[in-house]
């Protein structure tokens, strides 16, 4: 099965398979059927309700999958050198469980830490699942060494950490990245054999598992599916140079709500969503989210916590008060600065010895006084990277000890690991200082667990030779900028790494600052790292990723895309599709008239088209409706008069609205049973609405400003109205500017008859009372007076200032202004959040429909 897996790696329709027999069954009960049929379904793949999955919908169940799973494996002797397993308690994925309600099952899937046999791999999944509720993936050993070591450590890591992959050695290798996709797959694959989709909730952790999302999306439309990244997101100048950044962005978007420790790591991904897939967030009471083919995915910013009572319980045993005590004997009458991290290129170990190097060289009174221990985790990774890091920190740390060392003293001491913990908080509790001097790393809980270890407990404090509950608690952080934790400890001292300088200084700091202040500094941190644990986390994850996931069943979906390009279409249960067979019959049988509304630019014309000035086609599609004289045909737009009236001044029959509807032409409407006709130098009505433009000499200047501060923005001026594009500027700071001129100018214009709008990629400032919806209502009322009243009206847009026209033609719908047997088509083109009830994917889909229609116009005398 497993080989399989590494064959036709992108083939994402083949999940359930007859021969897999590996994984116990879970589910007992037939699963909850969904309320939407198959049709729903337009590529015709097997829907939610349809999955041969058999599910228990007993019980709410939490699916949490991981790259290796919370359990420790060993072989006993005693039993026949059978494999035997526990609990990691140190494992953060098994401590998130306390946030859960009691009532959740909780599901492990992921990879054990060691190699099972294939004879074997049965017995220990139905081992592991009846005992630990634990479902293990089996990789082959060539997969996971590509998957892991290739490209999870030795590429993926160094990019999120900032380190091009300049050297052959570290540049981009499909075929590790196909081992990585196959490994992705697998997960899949075991996730399939025990998930009820209508029910459970999947929560998938880390970089490991970037593109599992569009796998499990590709299977179930409406999955429950939340992510959380525990690694940093890079800038999106450095994710850019990623070859495969478009399926990960997408695996990331498949999800219903992606988590960060940092507003820089959302930060960081919401411009590479805006710079490479086009895609603008909006955050609304709180919550951020993306529109992404109809369905909102979530931003969640929150640090993952530690668990208290893990940490408390370690501090209560023997084991960790005998060792205090040992180690207070070892560096009795020494100050003890506390290091630990793992062997890795990004931790900053020889940057922290070369401070503390400089430390000793600039007080030479704190020779002999002050000791730097630093606790080495072994490696996660293997390979010639981590044999350099080593020999360099071997060589700084020899080169300090050597120099200011001297019997019985160094300065710098090892202790390698793997440190069980409660030597580790034993460690914790006898430093006066904890150095994390990483330059770059996505979260690092030991300033966490050693504020906490410094609050002590009864055992420890006698350790200490701490009498008293009441006696004030200290301790003093020296944390990297860097890191992922750094935002959240207001009261550490905070050093840029790479300045040696600036990290001797604070080592200082930290051994010479006065007792009040250590002891304020560790309150500040202690209250914030007490409250805000483990299952804070959780539960804060869990909640909002139920509210992300509200909508799935309201809405229909179906799969668009091929591959890693997969994603889900959801729309809402009356938005659908606009076809000319719909529109046909009712077209057809109208007994008055009708009425068409056209935006151009996005609607007649692409967007990113270089001249705007309409086609051959659309003209003859134009007149190809305005010459059926039952029709009143009008284009709608926010482009200035002189240019509507160049471009389709061989549509003679064509009505036009210009600036939003502050110009109207012909003034009058057509007469249906004859048709009006207007020359090239016929007059625009105005609306009347606003005859002083004084405002205008307040706004252009701002708009002026920001056009010569934005570099390919420019300012368009009509007769009514002022207008700032930033399209072709960039993204990210086109965006912001926006935001800042909008505040601007509503600030200067407060007291002046005008409105300031945000559009797509626009800033604009209009007249009050100036709108398309104004415009709809116009015509309506006109052809009212006259007697005409549309039966049939269809209005196509594409930006928000056509949602005012479909407002104004659902409200003349239930006034109603419109005969109660009207038939109303409001379309808008793109599937995003509308008004209307109806949707166009494209122009050319704009300009076919509207062909349709003018090939089936009806002829009368």
């Known amino acids: 099965m497993l080989s399989r897996s590494c064959f036709n790696l992108l083939n994402l329709d083949d999940y359930l398979r007859p021969d897999r027999t590996r994984i116990p069954r879970v589910m007992t009960v037939p699963g909850i059927i969904s309320d939407f049929d198959s049709n729903d379904f337009s590529n015709g793949e097997k829907t939610d309700s349809q999955s041969d999955v058999v599910s228990s919908a007993s019980q709410e169940r939490r699916i949490i999958v991981s790259n290796q799973l919370p359990v420790k494996a060993h072989r006993d002797a005693a039993v026949g050198s059978r494999w035997c397993f526990d609990w990691d308690k140190d494992a953060l994925y098994l401590q998130l469980k306390d946030g859960f309600p009691n009532e959740v099952e909780v599901i492990y899937i992921g990879c054990l830490k060691v190699d099972i046999d294939p004879s074997e791999q049965d017995d220990v999944s139905t081992l592991l699942f009846e005992k630990f509720r634990c479902v293990p993936t089996f990789l082959p050993p060539e997969v996971q060494n590509k998957y892991y070591h290739g490209f999870c450590k030795h590429y993926l890591w160094p990019l999120f950490h900032y380190m091009l992959p300049l050297t052959p050695g570290h540049r981009f290798d499909r075929e590790l990245w196909q081992a990585y996709v196959s490994a992705n797959k697998v997960f899949a694959d075991t996730i399939m054999e025990v998930i009820n989709p209508d029910e459970d909730y999947v929560w998938i952790h880390d970089y490991h598992l970037m593109v599992l999302p569009t796998f499990l999306r590709k299977r179930f439309n409406r999955i429950k599916l939340g992510f959380f990244l525990h690694n940093t997101f890079p800038s999106s100048e450095i994710y850019r140079t990623l070859p495969v950044r478009d399926e990960i962005l997408r695996g990331f978007l498949n999800c219903d709500l992606i988590g960060f420790h940092t507003f820089d790591y959302a930060r960081h991904f919401l411009s590479c969503c805006s710079r490479m897939l086009g895609l603008d967030y909006q955050s609304k009471r709180g919550y951020i989210g993306l529109e992404y083919y109809g369905r909102t995915v979530s931003i969640k910013i929150l640090p993952v916590g530690i668990h208290m009572g893990s940490l408390e319980s370690v501090m209560s045993v023997s084991s960790t008060a005998k060792k205090v005590e040992e180690l207070r004997e070892k560096f009795k009458g020494k100050i003890v600065m506390l290091g630990v991290d793992d062997m890795d290129m990004f931790k900053g170990i020889s940057l922290k010895f070369l401070a503390m190097g400089n430390l000793l060289e600039e007080h030479v009174e704190l020779r002999g006084k002050v ?244 086609s051959e086609e659309v003209i003859k599609v134009l007149n190809g409706l305005c010459n059926d004289p039952q029709n009143v045909v009008f284009i709608v737009s926010g482009r200035g008069k002189d240019s509507l009236s160049k471009w389709f001044s061989p549509c003679e029959k064509l009505g036009l609205s210009a600036e939003h509807g502050f110009f109207t032409r012909p003034s009058d409407l057509v007469g249906f049973r004859f048709h009006c006709r207007w020359r090239g130098d016929t007059a625009w009505e105005s609306c009347m609405l606003a005859k002083d433009f004084d405002w205008k000499k307040i706004a252009l200047p701002v708009m002026e400003h920001y056009a010569e501060a934005t570099d390919g923005s420019f300012i368009e001026q009509k007769e009514s109205a002022l207008v700032w594009h930033h399209q072709e500027a960039d993204p990210d700071f086109g965006m912001w500017q926006a935001k800042e001129l909008l505040d601007h100018l509503e600030s200067v214009l407060a007291n002046d008859p005008v409105v300031v709008k945000r559009g797509q990629h626009i800033v604009e400032v209009k007249p009050q009372g100036v709108s398309k919806g104004v415009v709809v209502e116009s015509l309506i009322e006109t052809m009212r007076a006259r007697g005409k009243l549309p039966d049939f009206v269809l209005c196509i847009g594409d930006d928000r200032s056509d949602e005012d026209m479909f407002e104004s033609i659902a409200r003349s719908v239930s006034n109603p202004s419109l005969p109660a047997t009207a038939e109303v088509f409001a379309c808008t083109v793109g599937q995003k959040p509308s008004m209307a009830k109806y949707y166009l994917d494209d122009t050319s889909e704009v300009i076919k429909m509207l062909q349709g229609l003018a090939a089936r116009s009806i002829w009368t005398a």
Request: proline letters at 6%; aromatic letters at 10%; a neutral charge.
């Open 371 to 614: 000791v730097l221990v630093q606790i080495m985790n072994p490696a996660r990774s293997r390979g010639k990277d981590i044999q350099e890091v080593q020999d360099e920190i071997d060589s700084v740390a020899n080169e300090v000890n050597l120099k200011y060392g001297g019997p019985g003293y160094e300065p710098i001491v090892f202790v390698h690991g793997p440190v069980p913990t409660h030597d580790k908080v034993a460690y914790y509790a006898i430093s006066e200082c904890v150095v994390v001097n990483a330059v770059r790393d996505g979260m690092n809980l030991v300033p966490y667990e050693y504020t906490v270890c410094r609050q002590g407990s009864p055992d420890l404090d006698k350790a200490l030779g701490i009498e008293g509950s009441d006696v004030p608690r200290k301790s003093v952080i020296i944390v990297s900028e860097f890191i992922g934790c750094s935002p959240s400890l207001s009261g550490a001292i905070r050093v840029n790494p790479w300045n040696i300088d600036a990290v001797s200084y604070a080592m200082d700091s930290a051994i010479t600052m006065p007792e009040s202040e250590k002891q304020l500094r560790h309150e500040k941190h202690y209250k914030y790292i007490s409250s805000h644990d483990v299952a804070y986390w959780t539960k804060s994850f869990d909640q909002d990723l139920e509210r992300a996931c509200r909508e799935h069943y309201r809405k229909r979906c179906w799969g668009i895309g091929f591959g890693l390009g997969f994603r889900v279409v959801a729309l809402g249960p009356n938005f659908r599709k606009l076809a000319v067979e719909h529109i046909v019959s009712p077209y057809n049988k109208m007994k008055s008239s009708r009425l068409i509304l056209l935006d151009y630019d996005g609607t007649m014309m692409p967007q990113g088209s270089v001249d705007k000035s309409p």
